[in-house]
């Protein structure tokens, strides 16, 4: 089960669905706040393609994002 | 209200009543000049501020105040030291608009008009013209009529649905395929090449040609508060003369199907705002083509489409065929579009063909719901927004498939 991302995070992992292919990595190394959807494709439930990330998972979406072999992924600080 | 700026003084008298973009005589340059004055040189500030004061929003289908685009890019390209590109769009892959194409053959120099007053404001290093191939050679004939638009360079859009869409007009633009790109950033920021870039539509930009002439307040003088001035509308579907409307903002929307002939008693529903809208019922008819009244429907004014249905023919089947036709028009790049939007449409279409599943409709609001936010543009947003209002309005045939009794037309 995914944990719904905080509401009041300051960072957005940010998800380009033209890159992603679903591989899944960051759903592994983020399983509390990204699942899988019926085709491999990461899914934060009430979100798109910006995804709160709380604070305390914020090294691990570091993480997401250096692994991720598409590049896919970005963090950026909310606005 | 009267104009903020003493830079409007127009040569010729304004256009009255709702006939405005379509009120010239002919499209020819010497016809235009006549109609409609030359163009005021307006100092940057004059037309920000007249735009501002207008109310205009832009006409492509997102209805964003035209006055702020055009200040991001200005503000962006001072800042960075960029010259900015302004493109006009003309790229209407909906199969129901016409409306920009048609202003391009009855009045393309308002259009070019509009391209280079905003050119002007922006110090533009690059203006382009993007539009289908049917548009360009009227298009071709107006720049060539007039010695101050030679630096306008004419693109050939491509005809695919999403191609109208502003990050896929810069892709375009910038020699790549013409899909919508990932974005963090606004193209008013960083857009072609990295430029502050400006995507106006062309019928926007025409609208801005005639506030710089005529102002603010001549502008406001037809329409409503919330939505002033006039807009081009494109009715089709079951009405006897389907075709492109100038109108006042805020019409009614039975008046506005009267306009096109129809018999709204006959009708079931409109569908507004495209095949990325959403359905009013005919109890919905008296609203007003305006965002507060659309609201309740979920729907928008969009780029003014309206498609009429006949009580007769079963919407079901309609919309069936429409998501199916979506599906196929996915770029191929976001996996949830890709993916989800074929399931969708296969599940509409099970229902639409006589299956009787019970679980059908929950299977497609579940679908609709899983693509919606998950792409880089609003193609699986808008074709989820489309279904979900068909399954919403049309309840009751619905049910009739669910229970084998739809006697509709299902051809």
Same mark, same amino acid.
């Given at each position: 089960?995914?944990?719904?991302?905080?509401?009041?995070?300051?960072?957005?992992?940010?998800?380009?669905?033209?890159?992603?292919?679903?591989?899944?990595?960051?759903?592994?190394? #983020?399983?509390?706040?990204?699942?899988?959807?019926?085709?491999?494709?990461?899914?934060?439930?009430?979100?798109?393609?910006?995804?709160?990330?709380?604070?305390?998972?914020?090294?691990?979406?570091?993480?997401?994002?250096?692994?991720?072999?598409?590049?896919?992924?970005?963090?950026?600080?909310?606005? | 209200?009267?104009?903020?700026?003493?830079?409007?003084?127009?040569?010729?008298?304004?256009?009255?009543?709702?006939?405005r973009l379509t009120?010239?005589?002919?499209?020819?340059?010497?016809?235009?000049?006549?109609?409609?004055?030359?163009?005021?040189?307006?100092?940057?500030?004059?037309?920000?501020?007249?735009?501002?004061?207008?109310?205009?929003?832009?006409?492509?289908?997102?209805?964003?105040?035209?006055?702020?685009?055009?200040?991001?890019?200005?503000?962006?390209?001072?800042?960075?030291?960029?010259?900015?590109?302004?493109?006009?769009?003309?790229?209407?892959?909906?199969?129901?608009?016409?409306?920009?194409?048609?202003? #391009?053959?009855?009045?393309?120099? #308002?259009v070019i008009d509009? #391209?280079?007053?905003?050119?002007?404001?922006?110090?533009?290093?690059?203006?382009?013209?993007?539009?289908?191939?049917?548009?360009?050679?009227?298009?071709?004939?107006?720049?060539?009529?007039?010695?101050?638009?030679?630096?306008?360079?004419?693109?050939?859009?491509?005809?695919?649905?999403?191609?109208?869409?502003?990050?896929?007009?810069?892709?375009?633009?910038?020699?790549?395929?013409?899909?919508?790109?990932?974005?963090?950033?606004?193209?008013?920021?960083?857009?072609?090449?990295?430029?502050?870039?400006?995507?106006?539509?062309?019928?926007?930009?025409?609208?801005?040609?005639?506030?710089?002439?005529?102002?603010?307040?001549?502008?406001?003088?037809?329409?409503?508060?919330?939505?002033?001035?006039?807009?081009?509308?494109?009715?089709?579907?079951?009405?006897?003369?389907?075709?492109?409307?100038?109108?006042?903002?805020?019409?009614?929307?039975?008046?506005?199907?009267?306009?096109?002939?129809?018999?709204?008693?006959?009708?079931?529903?409109?569908?507004?705002?495209?095949?990325?809208?959403?359905?009013?019922?005919?109890?919905?008819?008296?609203?007003?083509?305006?965002?507060?009244?659309?609201?309740?429907?979920?729907?928008?004014?969009?780029?003014?489409?309206?498609?009429?249905?006949?009580?007769?023919?079963?919407?079901?089947?309609?919309?069936?065929?429409?998501?199916?036709?979506?599906?196929?028009?996915?770029?191929?790049?976001?996996g949830p579009c890709?993916?989800?939007?074929?399931?969708?449409?296969?599940?509409?279409?099970?229902?639409?063909?006589?299956?009787?599943?019970?679980?059908?409709?929950?299977?497609?609001?579940?679908?609709?719901?899983?693509?919606?936010?998950?792409?880089?543009?609003?193609?699986?947003?808008?074709?989820?927004?489309?279904?979900?209002?068909?399954?919403?309005?049309?309840?009751?045939?619905?049910?009739?498939?669910?229970?084998?009794?739809?006697?509709?037309?299902?051809?």
């Amino acid at each position: 089960m995914t944990a719904r991302p905080a509401a009041n995070a300051r960072l957005l992992l940010h998800i380009d669905w033209t890159a992603c292919d679903g591989r899944g990595l960051c759903t592994e190394i #983020l399983p509390e706040l990204l699942g899988r959807d019926e085709w491999g494709y990461p899914i934060a439930p009430g979100h798109g393609s910006d995804v709160p990330v709380p604070d305390r998972l914020a090294p691990a979406a570091e993480e997401a994002v250096a692994l991720c072999p598409r590049l896919a992924l970005s963090l950026r600080r909310r606005d | 209200m009267s104009p903020v700026t003493q830079a409007v003084r127009p040569t010729v008298a304004a256009p009255a009543g709702t006939a405005r973009l379509t009120s010239g005589r002919a499209p020819g340059f010497g016809s235009h000049l006549a109609d409609f004055g030359p163009i005021p040189s307006l100092v940057a500030e004059g037309l920000l501020e007249e735009l501002r004061a207008s109310g205009l929003e832009g006409r492509g289908g997102a209805a964003f105040p035209a006055w702020r685009k055009i200040e991001a890019a200005r503000a962006r390209g001072r800042s960075r030291g960029r010259r900015a590109v302004v493109v006009g769009n003309a790229a209407e892959g909906e199969p129901l608009s016409s409306k920009d194409l048609t202003l #391009l053959r009855m009045a393309p120099h #308002l259009v070019i008009d509009g #391209l280079l007053g905003v050119a002007t404001t922006l110090d533009a290093g690059s203006i382009h013209l993007y539009g289908p191939e049917s548009a360009l050679p009227a298009v071709a004939r107006a720049l060539a009529e007039r010695p101050d638009a030679r630096a306008i360079d004419l693109r050939p859009s491509a005809e695919t649905f999403v191609s109208g869409e502003a990050s896929a007009v810069v892709s375009a633009l910038a020699g790549r395929r013409p899909v919508p790109q990932d974005r963090t950033v606004r193209l008013t920021e960083a857009g072609l090449n990295g430029r502050p870039t400006l995507v106006h539509n062309v019928e926007t930009l025409a609208q801005i040609a005639l506030i710089a002439r005529f102002g603010a307040a001549w502008f406001r003088s037809v329409g409503t508060a919330t939505d002033p001035g006039t807009r081009l509308v494109t009715v089709s579907g079951d009405v006897a003369s389907p075709g492109v409307l100038e109108i006042a903002g805020g019409t009614r929307i039975g008046d506005l199907l009267g306009f096109a002939g129809a018999d709204t008693a006959a009708l079931s529903a409109v569908l507004v705002g495209g095949y990325h809208g959403a359905w009013v019922p005919a109890a919905g008819f008296s609203a007003n083509l305006a965002r507060e009244q659309l609201a309740p429907f979920g729907a928008a004014v969009g780029a003014g489409i309206l498609m009429a249905l006949d009580a007769r023919r079963c919407p079901l089947t309609l919309a069936s065929s429409i998501a199916g036709y979506l599906a196929g028009e996915t770029a191929g790049q976001c996996g949830p579009c890709v993916n989800g939007l074929p399931a969708m449409a296969e599940v509409l279409h099970r229902l639409a063909r006589g299956d009787r599943n019970a679980g059908l409709p929950a299977e497609v609001r579940r679908l609709a719901e899983l693509v919606t936010g998950r792409g880089s543009c609003h193609h699986p947003d808008g074709t989820a927004r489309f279904v979900l209002s068909t399954l919403t309005v049309f309840a009751e045939d619905v049910a009739a498939h669910l229970g084998g009794r739809c006697a509709k037309d299902h051809s």
